[in-house]
């Protein structure tokens, strides 16, 4: 896991390409690629429904890195399988809508609601295609009965209808495109013979295979050893700019944000409650659920011999939500939160934040102490 350290130097380091990124956006309108409005998804068991996602709003730019981070359970990995049309037996989209926008193969532009159409349709026109995904185990994703080439090779014949003989080269310079030695004899190799980390940029080479728009990253590092994860990361960073590709990141990693992500969006109890820029997310936070990530993160710095933990446990979504979910566990809660969840406030810019707090009549709340110690010192630092 990464110190604050480590996270302040990745946060820093990534503030003049930010200013840089800025600059061209002041002289050029940036373009929407994917929109959710209020969508809701639920999910049907035994013990009755499950209410995955209440009320998502959610922008995608083309050209952003966007992280979604929270707690196992928020919503997270959800939200982005709907992106992708992938949805369970049980699983039911009962509101909303997501639109996503793309240059179709005879060159026109498409908008189209993925909420709406038929799941055999997305996988036939966007998935792979359009929007692909990498997820957290490559040892789930990978059919250990296939070899490797045929794997990447798959997408490629189904989605751009090329020749084996094309697909085969194609393959081969995907292998070596994600740093993988001798490609051809891993093109003929299964996924047992490969390492943690050459079988996740097997999962990566088969995302880019059919050059997507959208690259969303379930977990990429969660299943490698430490050692591993920093490449990988760079990996798709490299991708990213050379392919130009809008990357979604799907973590509960913090040093992970901060060394990939320009955007940040905090989801807890399948919503956003608060999203910026990472520079609002790391140090002008707003949120307590926000304060509690930040403050959970390993300090070399401080004193304790502790972690922080944030108390209580998650809201269960089985029941009808009353006020603000974090309620509960927000030591800061005052009346109305466990009467009426907050709206998104606008902090500045695109920050936005769902809390009371955020109200104009809101009594003033500093942060935690250890949080603020943390924080100045890294603006300090930041200069």
Request: proline fraction near 5%; charged fraction near 25%; include cysteine.
């Amino acid at each position: 896991m990464d110190t604050a350290e480590d996270i302040l130097e990745a946060v820093t380091g990534r503030r003049m390409s930010l200013l840089e990124k800025k600059d061209k956006e002041i002289s050029m309108e940036r373009e929407a690629i994917l929109t959710i409005r209020n969508l809701e998804v639920s999910f049907q068991t035994m013990h009755g429904r499950f209410r995955a996602i209440r009320g998502l709003d959610f922008d995608l730019y083309r050209g952003d890195t966007v992280a979604i981070v929270g707690e196992s359970g928020s919503g997270k990995s959800v939200t982005a399988k709907c992106m992708m049309g992938i949805r369970s037996t049980n699983e039911r989209i009962e509101n909303g809508e997501i639109m996503f926008t793309y240059i179709d193969g005879s060159g026109e532009r498409r908008t189209v609601n993925i909420a709406k159409i038929s799941e055999n349709e997305v996988r036939r026109t966007i998935c792979g295609r359009h929007i692909a995904m990498v997820f957290q185990d490559p040892m789930t994703s990978l059919n250990p009965t296939v070899t490797i080439g045929r794997q990447i090779m798959e997408g490629m014949i189904d989605h751009n209808r090329i020749s084996k003989q094309a697909a085969k080269e194609k393959t081969l310079h995907l292998l070596e495109e994600v740093g993988i030695d001798e490609p051809l004899k891993r093109f003929k190799q299964y996924p047992h013979q490969l390492s943690g980390g050459m079988r996740q940029r097997v999962v990566i080479a088969i995302a880019l295979a059919c050059e997507p728009d959208v690259l969303i990253c379930d977990e990429p590092t969660t299943a490698l050893d430490v050692t591993i994860q920093w490449k990988i990361l760079e990996l798709i960073k490299r991708l990213q700019k050379e392919r130009d590709l809008t990357v979604i990141y799907i973590t509960h990693d913090l040093g992970v944000v901060a060394k990939v992500a320009e955007h940040v969006c905090v989801m807890y109890a399948g919503r956003i409650v608060e999203k910026g820029s990472i520079e609002d997310i790391y140090y002008d936070p707003r949120h307590p659920y926000t304060w509690g990530l930040l403050s959970s993160m390993p300090d070399l710095s401080t004193d304790s011999e502790r972690l922080f933990a944030i108390p209580g446990n998650p809201v269960n979504l089985m029941e009808q939500v009353h006020g603000d979910p974090f309620a509960p566990r927000n030591p800061f809660a005052m009346k109305i939160d466990f009467e009426q969840e907050p709206p998104l406030f606008h902090v500045k810019g695109n920050h936005y934040c769902a809390s009371w707090l955020c109200h104009p009549d809101a009594p003033k709340q500093e942060l935690p102490p250890s949080l603020q110690t943390k924080i100045d010192r890294m603006l300090k630092e930041v200069g």
